[in-house]
């Protein structure tokens, strides 16, 4: 067996309503001044609320941030940093989604080690100390309560991202509660976006590609793909919503050691250029990267992505041979994403064809991820795939 490291959140409760018990949870660790990072729909909302009251009945004094948007850019990190140093905080909480939990993490780094932010960007640059941190997502995709990863939008565009295990928290709280209101739109993207999380993590070319990831990856998949309908149609249907936000976690604790690829990067460019929700842009390229990566039988991408067809879909008929089961699997994925009712070319998302060209060039950038991908991409080939997703 080949050497690995794995790394994750060191307690992960998982509990419907326990955001409301935070203090019990995590008090001692958050200290008496806490900053609440959040975003303003949570805020309208009031999905914050009950644990707020909880920090506060518990005396502790909180500060709400909750300027963070869609695609963080650099200016709201550094206003959150600004909020968390002004309060003189002693611990970061995060409730929301993938956008405010990387928020909060990078504000736990540079708050609590006082480190540039541009010494921190890319692999395990992040030198820490941090702040106390927990984590409760409100959407059951990306996973970040549990990844070493944060990814911020830098000069209106462009996606850095800081990725160092010193950035996980120390509690991740998964209150299936928080996500019954979720719109259908974004459970279905946000769905999808986790699906790719374990696919991706279990056929990565990274070298750290072990086997509890891919354990994870399997297990994510099964809840997913066997939920992810009754998510988004019976929305208050907590069994389903809980299955979602648990899935959505393991693929996360799998991608987190065994990284994400291409359709990660080609589907940057169109969230950072045409601010497409993240979840969205993934479906928008995922079946065409995949057929991308089978077409080249020497990488044994095929292979893989045909093991996850019975995972993925209770119902899946295997046994075709790997090439085939390896399509059909794909073509279930695609039906999948149409079935839940996401866009499924990229002009139905307002993407012009002569924008194409930029978006390749955009997508060579993230190299982190490109290295990991089974078939080497180069700007041909995102363009290729570019055009067969419009």
Request: glycine fraction near 10%; aromatic fraction near 4%; charge should be negative.
């Amino acid at each position: 067996m080949s050497a690995f490291a794995f790394h994750t959140t060191a307690q992960i409760i998982v509990r419907p309503g326990a955001s409301g018990g935070i203090a019990e949870i995590a008090g001692k660790k958050l200290g008496r001044s806490v900053l609440f990072v959040t975003d303003s729909g949570i805020r309208n909302v009031g999905l914050d609320q009950s644990a707020i009251r909880s920090l506060e009945d518990a005396g502790h004094s909180v500060t709400v941030f909750d300027a963070v948007e869609a695609d963080p850019s650099l200016d709201t990190l550094m206003n959150s940093v600004e909020a968390a140093r002004g309060c003189g905080a002693t611990g970061v909480v995060a409730l929301g989604g993938g956008s405010s939990l990387d928020v909060a993490k990078l504000t736990a780094l540079l708050a609590g080690s006082g480190e540039d932010i541009d010494a921190a960007w890319g692999v395990g640059n992040a030198k820490g100390p941090r702040l106390p941190l927990v984590l409760i997502p409100t959407t059951a995709g990306t996973g970040s309560e549990v990844t070493p990863v944060s990814i911020i939008t830098v000069g209106g565009e462009e996606k850095r991202g800081v990725s160092s295990p010193v950035i996980l928290p120390d509690t991740a709280i998964l209150d299936a509660e928080l996500t019954v209101s979720l719109p259908a739109p974004a459970t279905a993207a946000t769905g999808i976006d986790a699906m790719v999380h374990a696919i991706e993590a279990y056929a990565s070319k990274n070298a750290n590609n072990n086997p509890v990831s891919r354990m994870l990856a399997t297990e994510a998949l099964k809840l997913l793909g066997t939920h992810i309908e009754a998510a988004v149609f019976t929305p208050d249907n907590l069994e389903a919503r809980g299955a979602m936000l648990l899935g959505s976690t393991l693929a996360g604790m799998a991608f987190a050691n065994s990284p994400v690829a291409a359709v990660h990067a080609l589907a940057y460019p169109i969230g950072g250029t045409f601010h497409i929700p993240h979840g969205l842009s993934n479906a928008l390229v995922l079946p065409q990267v995949l057929r991308f990566n089978a077409a080249e039988a020497e990488n044994g991408s095929y292979r893989l992505y045909a093991e996850l067809g019975p995972h993925a879909f209770a119902d899946f008929e295997a046994g075709g041979g790997a090439q085939e089961d390896c399509a059909a699997f794909i073509e279930r994925l695609a039906a999948l994403s149409a079935n839940i009712g996401l866009p499924q070319r990229l002009r139905d998302v307002g993407i012009g064809e002569e924008a194409l060209p930029k978006m390749a060039s955009d997508a060579m950038k993230q190299t982190r991820l490109l290295v990991n991908n089974p078939r080497h991409v180069d700007e041909a080939d995102a363009l290729a795939i570019y055009r067969a997703a419009w």
